[in-house]
């Protein structure tokens, strides 16, 4: 994908997606900016681990998408806004939900304003699968009912329809990107597959929550890949569009710990813990995506094969145990 000569902003750069994100936008030969939450560190979060060679080729902000005049000094001279900060831990949301609401809602709306006010070419911003809570058919297309089954995925169906009224009464060029389960390197061990990896590592079991909901697992760099491709397609294909990203391939928790269990030759035993449960009605029981819509729109499937994937995330958490957590739980 090449992306030359287009200045681009991505927020939430710090975070797994965002990081992988960046540095696909600087090889695709865009002029990339990151906003980075700030912390008295002055850390990049997961930004600082991507090559070095990539790392110098970015422009990055420390701040915070909740602060308005912040989010337009990120916005401005960019062409292609990609919208990815926000809260997503689905456990935190039940504790912190004004948090959340501050957050991806008014953080959306600053973004949302500045686009506005800047005239960007195209903003992309993202979704998820959570929208839709538990599947009523499958697999999931865009038009499937949105569903809030946690105060997280309230915040970003609320998120999403705000950035749809933009589109609708401001012609504001919106792309809502709906990436399924995205997993890979460098992400924390709040998501299920680094979880069940970094514990499988220390020892022959694994302490889970619920083994029995699927999920539809994609690749950090197909992820990257399908955001660039709806930023380089014609704008009258994708913009106010709501576009899914997946693979169609269901594969429950339980299956996945079998699978990571396979990999590394040895059988892994489950140790089920109340405690990371969802309440009843708060979990999603099966998102199994249908993206017939991006490969239509704007030529887009995944290519990464969750076996393939899951090699490569082992490999990395193997080589890099500083950047993981201990297997200790946390929300």
């Not at 970003?156 to 995205?182: C, E, M, W």
């Not at 079991?205 to 539809?216: A, H």
């Not at 569009?241 to 079998?258: A, D, Y």
């Not at 029981?285 to 993206?291: D, G, P, S």
């Amino acid at each position: 994908m090449n992306l030359d000569g287009k200045r681009a902003l991505v927020t939430g750069a710090g975070g797994f997606i965002g990081s992988h994100l960046t540095e696909a936008l600087v090889r695709a030969g865009a002029k990339t900016r990151a906003l980075v939450h700030y912390n008295s560190r002055g850390d990049w979060g997961q930004l600082a681990a991507v090559d070095t060679e990539v790392r110098d080729d970015v422009e990055v902000i420390l701040g915070d998408i909740g602060d308005r005049s912040m989010v337009r000094q990120a916005v401005v001279g960019c062409d292609l806004i990609f919208h990815l900060a926000a809260l997503i831990g689905i456990p935190y949301s039940y504790h912190a939900v004004e948090s959340y609401v501050d957050t991806n809602l008014r953080g959306t709306l600053n973004v949302l304003e500045a686009c506005r006010d800047y005239g960007v070419e195209r903003l992309l911003l993202t979704s998820t699968s959570e929208s839709y809570g538990t599947a009523q058919y499958t697999p999931i297309d865009e038009q499937h009912p949105l569903r809030a089954q946690s105060p997280y995925a309230a915040t970003k169906i609320a998120a999403d329809q705000l950035a749809h009224s933009y589109h609708a009464a401001f012609g504001l060029p919106v792309v809502v990107l709906r990436p399924f389960n995205t997993f890979g390197p460098r992400q924390s061990t709040r998501a299920v597959i680094p979880t069940i990896i970094t514990q499988a590592l220390a020892g022959d079991y694994v302490t889970l929550g619920s083994l029995s909901p699927v999920r539809d697992f994609l690749y950090v760099a197909d992820n990257a890949r399908g955001y660039l491709a709806a930023a380089a397609a014609r704008a009258d294909n994708v913009c106010g569009e709501v576009i899914n990203l997946g693979t169609g391939r269901g594969v429950s928790i339980g299956r996945l710990v079998e699978l990571v269990g396979e990999i590394l030759g040895r059988p892994l035993t489950v140790v089920a813990a109340q405690q990371r449960r969802r309440p009843e009605k708060s979990e999603v029981l099966q998102l199994l995506c249908c993206a017939e819509k991006a490969h239509r729109l704007i030529g887009w499937q995944a290519q990464v094969g969750l076996e393939d994937g899951l090699a490569r995330t082992i490999d990395h958490i193997r080589c890099h145990p500083e950047m993981h957590r201990s297997p200790q739980y946390a929300i």
